[in-house]
């Protein structure tokens, strides 16, 4: 607790150099004890469920993207059998107008549904949404049988391992240009998988089993000047026919 007293402390005190042209904000809040953690964040007025995150370690993310915290609220309730601490935090960026305050900050909708066990938790049915900065975890969106289509934000540089594993019925992916690495297994049992569009230039390294069962009549749009770069890598070489150029 103190530690992360510490960190807010020195989080506000930098959070009061000089404003620019205009301010974007964040609300940021966390729920529960050690054992029951729950980090929402409020973007746009949309909740997003950050899972059992260490508040001081979304705070630090934040904060390496130039988020700085400009009020906290903190409240002690107590319940039986626990103690639950609730907090508030507004954060708050600087930034000229034509910029985006939101850069490196990727929200990623993804399709599922808990319950609130509290009556202090935000309930959210049949979406959450997953907070990345530059890479889509392993097994982000495995199993998930909601997804017809994804266009993977431009941030993005990393899919890990099972990223999409089984998503039954996704049909289109769009690979961001930014893209360097493919995990094992990425886009794996994805049957109903037909269009890949991969925006990059070079050909990002692909893990085996990457396109685990991709289906023979399933096309990877690549860009036109890149089709031979992709047809010869060690790794998309096994999907040459199916490689084609496309004009992005």
């Keep these: 607790m103190k530690k992360l007293i510490t960190l807010l402390a ?3 005190i930098a959070g009061s150099v000089s404003a620019q042209s205009q301010t974007a904000y964040l609300d940021l809040y966390q729920r529960g004890n050690g054992q029951h953690l729950r980090t929402t964040l409020i973007f746009n007025q949309e909740p ?3 899972g059992k995150k260490n508040l001081g370690e979304v705070l630090n993310m934040l904060a390496e ?3 700085k915290v400009d009020k906290t609220f903190a409240v002690r309730r107590i319940g039986i059998p626990i103690t639950r601490h609730k907090f508030h ?4 960026k600087e930034y000229q107008v034509g910029e985006n305050p939101f850069e490196g900050l990727t929200l990623t909708y993804n399709l599922y549904s808990f319950s609130a066990n509290d009556e202090d938790s ?20 495995q199993n998930n049988h909601e997804l017809t289509e994804f266009s993977i934000p431009e941030a993005v540089t990393i899919i890990g391992s099972s990223a999409f ?13 930014k893209i360097t690495h493919i ?41 036109k000047t890149s089709v031979e770069l992709y047809k010869k890598n060690k790794g998309w070489e096994k999907y040459a026919k199916q490689i084609v150029g496309y004009d992005f």
């Design 10 to 12: 020195a989080m506000v």
């Design 48 to 50: 997003i469920y950050l």
């Design 65 to 67: 993207l130039g988020w």
């Design 89 to 92: 935090i507004i954060l708050k």
């Design 122 to 141: 935000i309930a959210i049915q049949q979406k959450n949404v997953l907070l990345f900065k530059k890479a889509i975890p392993d097994n982000a969106f």
């Design 165 to 177: 594993y089984n998503c039954e019925n996704l049909r289109s992916i769009i690979i961001p240009q």
């Design 183 to 223: 995990g094992k297994f990425a886009f794996g049992e994805c049957y109903k998988l037909k269009n890949i569009y991969c925006r990059a230039l070079t050909p990002p390294s692909l893990e085996p089993y990457a396109f685990l069962h991709l289906s023979h009549s399933a096309q990877i749009y690549v860009p």
